[in-house]
Structures are given as structure tokens and as C-alpha cells.
């Protein structure tokens, strides 16, 4: 069974600082992986998805991540947080042999300090 | 275009009455997912569809859940005898899945649901 693993239920940053959000993953063959954003009562938008092309994925909003298989890690980054930024963040995973259902991590706020 | 729409966005009940979900996928999406948002579970997936193949109910919780695609479009979730731990956000997702490739799953609002 996979699953996800996020360090760190709440991380603070200050504006402009760098955002590191972690992600390890648990799968037997290298899954297919994503990093969803939720807004305060909205519902999640899909920041960037790694699906076996480049290892490094670019996103929306500045955010990037890069799959490690050898660490079966997929840390989301951004060189400088912006106040806009502040949302709940969720890594998840699927097989790419099921049925495509996500399996979600237990996510990360992250608050934007001035 | 539009997206994903889900109604109603709030829902308070008491226990023990029945609800019913409503999720509107993007129109041309042949996958639907129905996932719960809870504080003790997290975001945990419920049950798929896919074109005309039989769901996958692997993520129900119990009997009290069920849901159907009418037309391979709209999607009900529906909940009997609704218990207090039902208290969660039911998300609601579609994508367009064509051979073996994957495509973004594009998530609803959500609607919030209160047991009472």
C-alpha cells in the first residue's frame, strides 16, 4: 500500500523567505506524485505533478519540487514566499497501475509572516 | 470554462437522517472520485468512477454510503443514517482519463457537512 508522509503539520516563514515543504513517499514502484494547494474554504488546486518525465517539476505560483528516488522524497520549494502564499499543502500519491485515486498526506499549513 | 461544482455547499442534519451530495464534473470528464476531508482522517479517497465501468468502492466507509453516476455525468453521494463522525467535507473530483494516461484531477469546492 502507498503512502505519504509529510514532516511538519504547520511551517512558518517570513515574507520572501524560502518556502520547504516536505514529502516522502512509501511505494513499491515509483508512483506518480503531486502537490496540491487548499484556500480557506475552497478546494484543492493542483500546484504540480511529477509523472516520470524531468525529476525536477516546475508549478503554478513559483513552486517546484523534485523527485528523489533514492531519498523517495518529493519536497515542494519556492525561492521567496509571498503573503498570498499561505494555505494548507497537500503531497499525494497515486499508482500508476490503479485506479488513479490519490492517496493524500496529512498536510502542511503554512503561515506567511510580515 | 466552468469547473467542478458541488451542492450544497453546507449541510447541517441531525443524526440519523439521510443526505444527499451533489457533484457536477467538468463536462467531458470521464473520471469522478469522491474523496472526505476530516480533522481526525485527513483527506481520505471514498469511491470512483470511470466511463461505464463498475465503480470502485474500495474507500467507503460503511454500508451507510453509497453513491451513483447518472449518465455518466452528475454523481450523487448519499449518506444514510448519518452519525456524528460524518461531520466532514465531501470533495468531489473529475478528470479526463484517455488509454493510459493520466490527467489532472480537478477538485470542487466541497461541501461542508454537519451532524448534529
Known amino acids: 500500500a502507498q503512502s505519504v508522509t509529510q514532516l511538519g503539520s504547520h511551517v512558518s516563514v517570513s515574507e520572501g523567505a524560502l518556502v520547504l515543504l516536505r514529502c516522502n513517499y512509501s511505494?513499491?514502484?515509483?508512483?506518480?506524485l503531486f502537490w496540491y494547494v487548499q484556500y480557506p474554504n475552497q478546494g484543492l488546486q493542483l500546484l504540480l505533478k511529477?509523472?516520470?518525465?524531468?525529476?525536477l517539476v516546475k508549478g503554478i505560483n513559483g513552486f517546484e519540487a523534485e523527485f528523489k528516488k533514492s531519498e523517495t522524497s518529493f519536497h515542494l520549494t519556492k525561492p521567496s514566499a509571498h503573503m498570498s502564499d499561505a494555505a494548507e499543502y497537500f503531497c499525494a500519491v497515486s499508482d500508476r497501475s490503479s485506479a488513479r485515486q490519490l492517496t493524500f498526506g496529512s498536510g502542511t499549513q503554512l503561515t506567511v509572516l510580515p | 470554462g466552468a469547473g467542478v461544482s458541488q451542492s450544497p455547499s453546507n449541510k447541517v442534519t441531525e443524526k440519523g437522517k439521510d443526505v444527499e451530495l451533489r457533484c457536477d464534473p467538468i463536462?467531458?470528464?470521464?473520471?469522478l472520485y469522491w474523496y472526505r476531508q476530516s480533522l481526525g482522517q485527513g483527506l481520505e479517497f471514498l469511491i470512483y468512477?470511470?466511463?461505464?465501468?463498475?465503480?470502485?468502492k474500495s474507500g467507503l466507509p460503511s454500508d451507510r454510503f453509497s453513491a451513483e453516476r447518472t449518465g455518466g455525468s452528475v454523481s450523487t453521494l448519499t449518506i444514510q443514517r448519518t452519525q456524528q463522525e460524518d461531520s466532514a467535507v465531501y470533495l468531489c473530483?473529475?478528470?479526463?482519463?484517455?488509454?493510459?494516461?493520466?490527467?489532472?484531477?480537478?477538485f470542487g469546492p466541497g461541501t461542508r457537512l454537519l451532524v448534529l
Open positions: 511505494s513499491s514502484v515509483p508512483p506518480y
Open positions: 511529477y509523472t516520470s518525465a524531468a525529476t
Open positions: 468512477f470511470q466511463g461505464n465501468s463498475a465503480p470502485d
Open positions: 473530483a473529475s478528470s479526463f482519463i484517455s488509454g493510459g494516461a493520466w490527467e489532472t484531477q480537478y
Open positions: 463536462s467531458g470528464h470521464t473520471a
